[in-house]
């Protein structure tokens, strides 16, 4: 078996209760959500366990409460083996790549935390000068979903794109108000299984956020990273990021361009990999992998206590 590809999930996985069943076993997972309390002044731990549900949504809240519970998973998991889990690489989806460049030992947790909150800030601040949303399109292939885009943009003088490709029949659209309802309306009636707009009052990953690039490539641009010690593939590109000048660029140039998710895991499968662990909640980021490729099963998806324990008794049969 190969060395594992370890995932993270991005904003929208966000649930409340997450992280507090690990915590309540973990020292280690503890450790990290005390530290992200005492790093932004606030009990973000508490909103991750309790909520409520409309601020842990929030942009500004779920992108660091994200972080920290994925990486406390991870944490739990290395602390029940004893060492650092050894890895290929990762992948995380949109704001889950920083969680993957802190597993890569790119940024370390705190500055990403630090990170992040300024991300997710600004993203909040670009809705309100550029206000927008996102859908799901759901079993439409991308390029018919890529025309309809072009026509609602033209239709209405607004800019609508596809912002994620999650997986064969699953893309994410991104954009303004009148472009975006032009365009759901236009798959539903080219006939997409559904369309469902998302509980994300942002055009995350479109020109729309745009307003805010030069402050937030400021941020990353102050933000220590190092080289990572496995490769970390790039939403934009699908493509290892190996240096420090990758990773910046990739960073500064994500808030705007598309998740190219499918081709991401088809790079990862491509190279022979075909062990996945995700880390933190949802397991949505297994779902799509089995539909990039039906023959994978069982992929790990570490949420909870019993999800920590199951791995590093896999990872124990493993080592003998």
């Not at 660091?64 to 050894?86: D, N």
């Not at 994620?164 to 029949?169: A, R, T």
């Not at 790990?300 to 324990?309: F, I, L």
Request: proline share 6%; net charge negative.
């Amino acid at each position: 078996m190969s060395l594992p590809v370890l995932l993270f999930p991005g904003q929208g996985a966000q649930q409340v209760g997450m992280g507090a069943d690990i915590v309540a076993h973990s020292p280690a997972a503890a450790a990290v959500f005390a530290q992200a309390d005492a790093i932004l002044g606030v009990p973000l731990s508490r909103l991750c366990f309790e909520g409520p549900e409309d601020e842990l949504t929030d942009t500004y809240n779920a992108q660091p409460a994200l972080l920290t519970a994925s990486i406390a998973a991870l944490r739990a998991v290395e602390e029940q083996i004893g060492r650092p889990l050894p890895a290929a690489a990762a992948a995380g989806h949109s704001m889950g790549e920083y969680s993957a460049l802190v597993a890569a030992g790119a940024l370390d947790f705190a500055d990403a935390l630090r990170l992040v909150r300024e991300r997710g800030r600004l993203m909040k601040a670009a809705d309100q000068k550029a206000p927008g949303g996102m859908a799901a399109i759901i079993a439409l292939d991308t390029p018919v979903v890529e025309v309809i885009c072009r026509q609602a943009g033209e239709a209405t003088g607004g800019f609508v794109h596809i912002a994620n490709d999650n997986c064969p029949g699953q893309v994410v659209i991104s954009g303004d108000e009148a472009a975006l309802t032009a365009a759901m309306a236009a798959a539903e009636a080219a006939g997409a299984r559904k369309v469902v707009r998302l509980a994300i009052s942002i055009a995350a990953h479109s020109p729309l956020m745009g307003v805010v690039q030069d402050e937030f490539a400021a941020a990353v641009l102050a933000t220590p990273i190092q080289t990572p010690r496995f490769p970390v593939i790039a939403n934009i590109t699908a493509q290892p990021l190996t240096t420090v000048e990758a990773i910046r660029q990739e960073l500064i140039g994500q808030l705007q361009s598309r998740v190219q998710w499918t081709a991401s895991m088809q790079y990862l499968l491509d190279q022979g990999y075909d062990t996945f662990y995700e880390f933190g909640p949802g397991g949505v980021l297994a779902g799509l992998l089995k539909r990039i490729d039906r023959r994978l099963r069982g992929i790990p998806s570490v949420a909870t206590w019993e999800d920590v324990q199951a791995l590093a008794a896999r990872l124990a049969g493993e080592a003998v």
